[in-house]
Structure formats: structure tokens, C-alpha cells
């Protein structure tokens, strides 16, 4: 099973791409999907979809899930994130994957057990559930391969609850 994790931003894209394997979840890639400030919106959201795309054909997930967005104080930072994630969602869903959504509360509960967990938390814990050398830098990737961690537990708990036919 592997699963797409994304962090949406207009500047910055997290993704995160994880596999489960016999012993737990392995990463198979991370990184940002990044657009200039000098971009108007419209431009800016295009190249999110395109490079997103990308990734999908090249790592060819069974599911994804994306973060919900959290609102803050800026009302237009949130807007335009929520127009990224639309984009997003919209792209996953063309290519038929199954997504998935969850807040910022409930992905900090699942890999830290603290929903008020904060970034390098966060890092810290993808480090030691992946297996990796090094904390996954920047906290948006991070973020992203945390969101598929938390789908693929979300996943496989789903069956300790199916009643069998």
C-alpha cells in the first residue's frame, strides 16, 4: 500500500510519499512543490497541479490523504490555501485515487499522541517511525509524511472495526 501525504500551501506544497512494508511504513520520497510570490494566484495554483501530477505518475499512489486547512488570523492566506487544496483535491480525484482528509489536531494525536504537538515534533517522529538518517526537513515535508503515516494507520485500523460478512 502506498499513500500520498500533502501539506497544501501556495508557496509551499508539502508531499510526502510512504509504503508499508512487513515491518511498518518506509518513505519513498519527500519534498516541497514550491511557487514564486512574483506569480499571481492563478499561475501559482496551475503549477501546484502540474508539478503535482508529476509526482502522482512517478510514485503511483494506492490512496492520499491531505490536510484540512487551519484557519488562522489571516483571512487571506487562508483563502488562497484553501484555493491550493481545491487544486489539490480536484487532481487527486481525477487520477482516481481514494483521499482522504484530516486536521492539524488529529495528525499531531496520531504521530505524537499530542494533539498540541509542534513542528520538530513532529520531525523528530517521522525520523524514528521511518527509519530515517537524518529529521526530514522542510516541517511542510515532514508534515506531508506525516499525513500519510496517519492515513495508513487510519487504513489499516479501519479493519479491526469491518464486521465480516
Avoid: W
Wanted: glycine share 6%; charged share 20%; with cysteine.
Amino acid at each position: 500500500m502506498r499513500i500520498l501525504g500533502i501539506d497544501p500551501g501556495t508557496a509551499t506544497t508539502g508531499y510526502g510519499v510512504v509504503e508499508e512494508g512487513p515491518n511498518g511504513f518506509k518513505m519513498i520520497t519527500y519534498g516541497c512543490i514550491t511557487t514564486s510570490k512574483d506569480l499571481e494566484l492563478p499561475a501559482r495554483l496551475n503549477e501546484i497541479a502540474f508539478d503535482l501530477s508529476i509526482i502522482i505518475s512517478k510514485f503511483k499512489p494506492d490512496y492520499a490523504a491531505v490536510e484540512e486547512i487551519f484557519f488562522s488570523k489571516n483571512v487571506k492566506t487562508a483563502i488562497s490555501v484553501a484555493q491550493a487544496r481545491g487544486v489539490i483535491m480536484q487532481k487527486i480525484t481525477e487520477e482516481q485515487i481514494p483521499v482522504a482528509s484530516y486536521n492539524p489536531m488529529q495528525i499531531k494525536q496520531a504521530i505524537c499522541s499530542d494533539g498540541k504537538a509542534k513542528k520538530p515534533q513532529i520531525q523528530k517522529m517521522m525520523q524514528i517511525l521511518l527509519n530515517l538518517e537524518d529529521i526530514p526537513k522542510p516541517d511542510d515535508a515532514a508534515d506531508a509524511l506525516a499525513i500519510a503515516v496517519t492515513h495508513g494507520h487510519c487504513l489499516n485500523n479501519q479493519s479491526l472495526y469491518t464486521v465480516p460478512a
